[in-house]
């Protein structure tokens, strides 16, 4: 059975950090883009960051540029976001996924939320002002 399983989120106040974690089991995800998405309530699901498979490029949406860095441990099957100068608007559930495809290079489909097979649970973020 294959599982991403987030981890790390909490209640932190603006300015602050944090660090989630997604581990992955029942395959290995060495080979697929790994990303995180964010859905307020209310809102649609969307894009934060994404780290391709070979661990040489990342992107990252505008609003988390600068504050956020995703990074990756093939050999431990985890990806991770590290969520610094924390803002209210950063409020949200926070998601793991990884690419429906392999080997694949980055590109503006991986902003997209059906490019992607599995899902984990979520992680809540909250951020005070």
């Known amino acids: 059975q294959v599982q991403l399983v987030e981890s790390g989120g909490g209640l932190v106040q603006a300015g602050g950090s944090l660090r989630l974690s997604c581990a992955a089991s029942?395959?290995?995800?060495?080979?697929?883009?790994m990303a995180w998405f964010r859905q307020a309530p209310g809102k649609e699901r969307e894009f934060v960051a994404v780290?391709?498979?070979?661990?040489?490029?990342?992107v990252y949406a505008d609003s988390v540029k600068g504050r956020f860095t995703i990074s990756r441990d093939n050999a431990k099957n985890t990806v991770y976001l590290q969520m610094n100068s924390l803002k209210p608007e950063d409020t949200a559930v926070y998601y793991c996924?990884?690419?429906?495809?392999?080997?694949?290079?980055?590109?503006?489909?991986?902003?997209?939320?059906?490019?992607?097979?599995?899902w984990g649970q979520g992680t809540q973020v909250t951020v005070s002002s």
């Open positions: 996924a990884a690419d429906r495809q392999f080997f694949r290079s980055l590109s503006s489909d991986h902003r997209r939320p059906n490019e992607y097979e599995y």
């Open positions: 029942g395959r290995t995800f060495s080979s697929s883009a």
């Open positions: 780290i391709n498979w070979i661990v040489t490029n990342t």
